[in-house]
């Protein structure tokens, strides 16, 4: 691989949310390991206490977890209070929570479905996103907003409706926020991912390993991966470095970008 990089941020603060498994986790690590005083966020309370004691035995900054669910305004507005609190500024905020409805098919998912699913998925990037934009605009902080979107929002073929809604809503959110953010010197841009060695992922392998007997969650996962042109999985520590980059000085000229870290599935 040509050319190494280090991320310095020391003294910086991020939130990410939605971070005690899978990529989230992976982006709190990454964060964690580069100096950032970090917030964890789950909306369950073990979870969250788990990954903080987990992720504080590396940390040279200060690691704490707010439980709250990304779904509830008032919930979104405890963590983001929490850590400004805490940390007494924010630099960077990553909108990482989501769901993943099942519904069968557009027609016969509920408004209750589509209702959860925005709620978490687009309302909480965007009201997280305001609120943490409030704090850097009135304190005069030229910080960094990341979000998260995935390839399907990208595709306009069949299957994952809700979600791929949600995601597609997601590209617009970062698009037109980040041209009103960007007069006051803050950055958003999203990450789109493809398949993802996360819990979800490996959730789908073990539901088609016990259809066929014949193949383990490895071996699932495994031709995921080789159907992407780079021939693997992403890992959480892909979408990682992204988020680095991105909220690193290296990225100070790219606004309104979603950066596709997916293994070229955005190819196909």
């Known amino acids: 691989m040509v050319g190494h990089a280090n991320y310095d941020y020391t003294g910086e603060s991020a939130i990410v949310t939605g971070s005690t498994k899978g990529i989230g986790r992976g982006i709190a690590a990454a964060l964690v390991e580069a100096g950032a005083n970090v917030a964890i966020n789950s909306r369950t309370e073990a979870a969250v206490e788990a990954t903080v004691a987990e992720l504080e035995d590396d940390a040279t900054g200060e690691v704490i977890g707010v439980t709250a669910d990304m779904g509830s305004p008032g919930g979104i507005e405890d963590l983001v209070t929490t850590a400004i609190d805490e940390f007494g500024e924010i630099d960077l905020l990553v909108n990482n929570a989501a769901v993943w ?8 998912a509920s408004l209750k479905d589509w209702e959860y699913t925005m709620n978490v998925n687009v309302r909480s990037q965007f009201y997280a996103s305001k609120l943490v934009a409030q704090h850097m605009i009135e304190n005069g902080i030229e910080g960094a ?10 595709r306009r073929a069949g299957g994952r409706g809700l979600y791929g809604i949600s995601k597609t809503s997601i590209n617009g959110l970062t698009w037109r926020m980040a041209h ?8 958003m841009n999203a990450i789109s991912t493809d398949v993802t060695r996360t819990y979800q992922l490996e959730k789908e392998a073990r539901m088609i390993a016990d259809d066929d007997p014949d193949r383990s969650v490895a071996d699932v996962l495994e031709g995921l991966g080789e159907e992407l042109p780079l021939g693997r999985l992403g890992e959480p520590a892909d979408l990682a470095n992204a988020v680095l980059w991105l909220g690193s000085d290296r990225a100070q000229y790219v606004v309104g ?3 596709r870290v997916s293994g070229g599935g955005n190819l196909q």
């Open 101 to 108: 409805p099942r519904e069968e098919s557009m027609v016969e």
């Open 145 to 154: 907003i990341v979000n998260h979107s995935s390839q399907t929002g990208d």
């Open 180 to 187: 009103d953010l960007a007069h006051h010197g803050i950055r």
């Open 257 to 259: 970008t979603i950066v």
